[in-house]
């Protein structure tokens, strides 16, 4: 995607050797998200070279997301505009399901084994900003952070590919109960029960980002992603059968290692 297009979007993607950096830039909305950005993201998503080794996501301002732009909602939006629930509400039921999957696709990239994906979270990420930190493999907060799932209390679900890492990380009860009431949690208790990986005063964001870059990217590219793609499969295959995607992974090491060192 061109500059322009993903200006258009509300978002900015920079790239520095091996580290891409995704930000929502729309701080005049706390970068509140819509579908036309659902969809960049998911373009920019099938575009990220190769080589990047570790994608950043990131909020422009004080806030990483608020989450669905509000006048999404709006009922007197024309029934024909695909950025309105009304717009969705006008097609089939399988034509609603289709369009929700392609948004979802904005945010199940971020899940790619080729990289690891980080974001770095500041002031709100509520709704939609709550599921697509979720998305990234880790979380950098800060103390000034509140993260909520919306969805229910506006009469929805989350459906932008929340709910399984949210369960898989505070599990079952704690996600229930924090989707359900739609509570507010702070950077603290993020902390505390595994939604976040550091947590850090908002001035020392970035320093702590370059720390972790700069340790994420020391080991081999090619283990790092075998690994995060072993984890990956961990809970959903049977033991023998992780114990059989270990032992292929590391057949795979030791070609490449013995090629390297010309053996």
Known sequence: MT?????????????????????????????AQTPTMWRALAALGREIPDEVR??????????????????????????DD?????????????EISATIDEFQHGFTWLRDPRFISVAVVRGHAIGAGFQLALSCDLRILGEDVQLCMKEPALGMVPDLTGTQPLVEAVGYARALEICATSRQVGAAEALEIGLATMVCPVEELDDALADLLAALTAPMVGAVRETKSLLQSATAVTFDEQRRLERQAQVRRFRELARLLGA
Request: overall charge negative; charged content about 20%; cysteine-free.
């Open 82 to 94: 695909p950025n309105s629930v009304a717009g969705l509400l006008s097609l089939p039921d399988d």
């Open 54 to 79: 570790v994608v950043v996501v990131r909020g422009e301002g004080q806030s990483f997301s608020a989450g669905l732009d509000r006048a999404m909602l709006d009922p007197s939006r024309a029934a």
């Open 3 to 31: 500059p322009e297009d993903l200006a258009a979007a509300g978002l900015r993607y920079d790239l520095s050797g091996a580290v891409a950096t995704v930000t929502l830039n729309r701080p005049e909305v706390r970068n």
